[in-house]
């Protein structure tokens, strides 16, 4: 098994930034892929930011690309997020996953995770 813990959520005004942290634990491997993803209330939960270990491949959202930047710390085993020029509409729940998606395609697709983290509340104010 794997567990994931994010940190790093909060409230920010419009225009600001916040950087989030998943740190993977357990006695299981990290899958190679991780991924951010997030839900606002009565929303579907939508994959923002999915990066691969070794080959450092990333994959954004079309709505967060210029703005957010995943990165990931295999020493650490931990998945970062930061999140740059946000906006009321990036107001969610933000949630970590590790999984083994088989195509890059397929890296924003919550159903290609298997492990995932209880979530941050990111709250941004106009």
């Known amino acids: 098994q794997v567990q994931l813990v994010e940190s790093g959520g909060g409230s920010v005004q419009a225009g600001g930034s916040l950087r989030l942290s998943c740190t993977a634990s357990?006695?299981?491997?990290?899958?190679?892929?991780m991924g951010w993803f997030r839900q606002a209330p009565g929303q579907e939960r939508e994959g923002v930011a999915a990066i691969r270990a070794g080959t450092g491949s990333t994959t954004y959202a079309d709505s967060v690309k210029g703005r957010f930047t995943v990165q990931r710390d295999n020493t650490k085993n931990t998945l970062y997020l930061q999140m740059n020029s946000l906006s009321p509409e990036d107001t969610a729940m933000y949630y970590c996953?590790?999984?083994?998606?088989?195509?890059?395609?397929?890296?924003?697709?919550?159903?290609?995770?298997?492990?995932w983290g209880q979530g941050t509340q990111v709250t941004v104010s106009s």
């Open positions: 996953a590790a999984g083994r998606p088989l195509f890059v395609s397929w890296y924003l697709r919550a159903s290609s995770y298997n492990y």
């Open positions: 357990g006695d299981a491997d990290t899958p190679p892929v």
